[in-house]
T-cell receptor, first 115, second 109 residues
Framework: KAGVTQTPRYLIKTRGQQVTLSCSPISGHRSVSWYQQTPGQGLQFLFEYFSETQRNKGNFPGRFSGRQFSNSRSEMNVSTLELGDSALYLC??????????????FGEGSWLTVV | GQQLNQSPQSMFIQEGEDVSMNCTSSSIFNTWLWYKQDPGEGPVLLIALYKAGELTSNGRLTAQFGITRKDSFLNISASIPSDVGIYFCAGQRNNDMRFGAGTRLTVKP
């Protein structure tokens, strides 16, 4: 069974640009959640999508957005990039919604560097 | 939101020794998860705990869901060099997730 797949793995963007990251969950999983990981802040929850609906959102500005498609694949977009957005962005999938006693599986992440 | 309190922050141990790390919170969680992350990679699930008091093993790893639902620990027995990495705890409550800051484990051969 294929795991969670994230693309691209590495990318460099300039301040002010926007970026879109993609995540394909494990087959059959309907929940996709996104996280930001930095050395200073650790792992932080961004948002979760289930059945194409955003269920919960972490404490991030509106520049961070996402969506989920009918095949459960998800994209995350960050607009007007800032230097502080440089981080490892992780996607995770689960068969059910977060918090219902389920297990989540992470992808390898997308390394974003903003210069 | 408030992250979980994970300790110790780092550990330097000799191969063959046992390791113990824990996570605590002021809030109750419904699920506790333990992950290991190697440099440049995403976290890999080690153990998932779904019930207060639950004790679960996965090879040399053992984890417990605290009876108060506010804490969890992970033990690694007879450590080997490939145990090196960062171990994270995660707690799920309702539709939210919180993470510990990680325990960086170094194993000396």
């Amino acid at each position: 069974k294929a795991g969670v797949t994230q693309t691209p793995r590495y990318l460099i963007k300039t301040r002010g640009q926007q970026v879109t990251l993609s995540c394909s969950p494990i087959s059959g999983h309907r929940s996709v959640s996104w996280y930001q990981q930095t050395p200073g802040q650790g792992l932080q929850f961004l948002f979760e999508y289930f059945s194409e609906t955003q269920r919960n959102k972490g404490n991030f500005p509106g520049r961070f957005s996402g969506r989920q498609f009918s095949n459960s694949r998800s994209e995350m977009n960050v607009s007007t990039l800032e230097l502080g957005d440089s981080a490892l962005y992780l996607c995770a999938s689960s068969s059910t919604q977060l918090g219902l006693g389920n297990t989540i599986y992470f992808g390898e992440g997308s390394w974003l560097t903003v210069v | 939101g408030q992250q979980l309190n994970q300790s110790p922050q780092s550990m330097f141990i000799q191969e063959g020794e046992d390791v113990s790390m824990n996570c605590t919170s002021s809030s109750i969680f419904n699920t506790w998860l333990w992950y290991k992350q190697d440099p440049g990679e995403g976290p890999v699930l080690l153990i998932a705990l779904y019930k207060a008091g639950e004790l679960t093993s996965n090879g040399r790893l053992t984890a417990q869901f605290g009876i108060t639902r506010k804490d969890s620990f992970l033990n690694i027995s007879a450590s080997i060099p490939s145990d090196v990495g960062i171990y994270f705890c995660a707690g799920q409550r309702n539709n939210d997730m919180r993470f510990g800051a990680g325990t960086r484990l170094t194993v000396k051969p």
